[in-house]
């Protein structure tokens, strides 16, 4: 064996190393270049949670109007911490919130919905991750601002409290539904 | 106060380890340092224990001005729960960490004494290191003793899922067994400085490694287990990458104590041997960095802190790099011709390591895949489901399996053919036995099953008749590495009869209602409400046509408003029922999923009798017998084989 091979080890270990510090930069999600931003909302066809027997939704059910979608899962600690806020956002406003329950068991979700109330129009059950993976989502929660068009407008990882709503997301769906308006008046 | 004292201890501590790292190091060349050495060992492992024993103390006195008390705790808490609650975060479990290696590194100063100085002063000094940077994370960016101005009067309770008897002994084992590979790390350093790395090494090293791994198997075992029965999905296995992060070095370091084997008996392997050495801790720290920097998102993943990370990616960079480096420049680098030959039992041992390592590599290449792929692709996301680990793993455990059947046989150097004749005989019978057990007890085809049963019915028969071919010279390191392998076998078979011939069934159940699965009937026959000592919970009665009563509960947490499942379990040696509640539906009925889980206590169980034979084997008397000598004659046979 000569010397050089013994060094492999602490080669493999920079590259190790190298992926280890772009992993670990990278999932700062505020230097994560969002791809999707201002790009249609990923295609899907996926089950409701606690539907009509076999009922599916597509994308085509989150056109017409500015809606929040929500990637969230029982599994998720800070899932819960943000509920309560979804909760007032939806008595309050009356925004339309749309759910994807992420990687997650379907009875144990709906029975959260049962327990803690439910904030969402309507659920889809992305029970294997694609269409988080469509999504670019690193973990849940993460929460999207989606215009009537269907189109990308906003992404929030982690939890909606107050002050994240009232500084990223009311003054962006104020300039939304101002939009929507005019584009109305048009018509 | 005392908490206060507590933070000063551990400030002390870190002094300490600083100094004992100094010492350490001189004393291996300058004789009269070893004494104060030994001393500065101990003195790191009460200054530790006073400040671990500190926040205890404010765990069992609720004192809620403690920062990391209110996030991890609360009055309601049963005592024990309070006490486990002091590693229910990541401040707290880090500190219970410097507190391992401080109690391994007084273990080493104490019952090393009669390691030659150069190896034992620089072995305490590399471990005095690695805890002196421990010990500074802890303290500039995890401190357990931060204080609140004006705490609050109660605190926000320990994550329910935590509150179990799981939470008490699983932590503690798993750091024992992760931090227990810095040991063999600090051997295989002293040994590169040294320049004495031969089969002497070798054998000082085996005992520490063997110990570090019993207790890694037990604390990956114990976590198993109490995923199975809490989380509430039966399953006992996810390739979850906090999981991975534990499991690669226990491959590792069942790859190192075997590589050793071959290092003591034959003075072979011994690069390879020191590799490992340094790998297995190497992948202990990962598995830290990657557990406490949040970079893998994961249900164990604590509080994500961008400084942490950093902070002990550098660490990582700096230990495992420095040692990978040393490695480089002083690992014996001649190559020699192989002194064994066809199926010896070195050949034996390099196919159980290249199956480990392999298996190593593809979970380390799985696990990291994600990352990878982010940084490559710019922010796009993928993941990797427990379906490409299996696709791997199993027929590489069951190719581990294979060799392990054939190893009894073997001899050291060379193995006369006549000694094969009878294990073909023997693997005839077993995959018989295989086809059949599973095809009449279980009723179906099942290949996995068939194998992993076959396999295991195999390695006993050969370990068995070995066994008893020797019982007149029997050493305890035979007798613990025959125990280990049947426990191994035992965890195979059950794996395969577990993973293929469970069955479950989902319902919806009022009371008085019945459900048959698998020729059993199960009956709900009354819901009660029960009170614990800080939950309110829905006990479900259920009662079989087999005379088994099952309880599976739903708990409300009011602290945290959280839910919680309870499974009820009936466990039977030959298989578990499994219960758990779904939501209780608006007529009042119940969702329900009902399993049967046959032998799969038999993986747990094969795991507690591979830790208990590598415990087993260190109490043999050559390592005793060690202890009283200043050095062994070398048994090395001069060169190396090429291991790679």
Redesign the interface.
Known sequence: ???A???V??TL??V??I??????T???PTL????LLDKPFPGFDLPVLAGAPGERATRDRLLGETRLVNVWAT?C?TC?AEHGELMRIRAETGLSIVGISYKD?S??A???L???GDPYDFNVVDL??DL??DL????APETFLVDAEGIIRFKHVGDVNPGVWRDEFEPRIAALKGKDEVAENRL | MIVELGHFATILALGIAAGLAVVGYLSATRRNWARSATVLAAAQLLAVASGFAALLYAFLTSDFSVLYVTENSNTALPWYYKLSAAWGGHEGSFLLWTLMLAAWTWAVSIAGRRVPAEIHGRVLGTLGLLNAGFLLFLLSVSSPFERLIGGPAEGSDLNPLLQDFGQIVHPPMLYLGYVGFAVAFAFAVAALLARRLDAVWARWTRPWANVAWAFLTVGIALGSWWAYYELGWGGWWFWDPVENASFMPWLAGTALIHSLAVTEKRGAFKSWTVFLAIAAFSLSLLGAFIVRSGVLTSVHAFAVDPERGLYLLAFVVLAVGGALTLYGLRAPAIRARAHYWGLSRELMLLCNNLVLVLALAVILIYTLYPLAYEAVTAGEKTSIGPPYYNRVFVPLALALAAVLAVMPVSRWRRTPVVLFRNIGVMLVIALALGVLLPLVLGGAIAIGAMLAVGLGLWIAMTHVTDFRRRRRSLTRSYLGMVIAHLGFAISVVGVGVTSEFSHAVDARMTIGDSVKLNDVEYRLNRVERVEGPNYTADRVEFTTDTGVALYPEKRHYPARNQVMTEAGIAPGFLGDLYITLGEQLPDGSWGVRINDKPLVRWVWLGALLMAFGGILAVTDARYRRLSRRQSLPSRAVSGEPAVT
Do not use: C, E, I, T
């Open positions: 064996m000569n010397r091979k013994l060094f080890p602490a270990f920079g190790l190393v992926v280890l510090y772009l992993g670990f990278l999932r700062d994560l270049p969002s791809a599994w600690p819960l068991d009875r144990k709906r029975q959260w049962a327990h803690y294997d991750g988080g993976v670019g989502v690193y973990g």
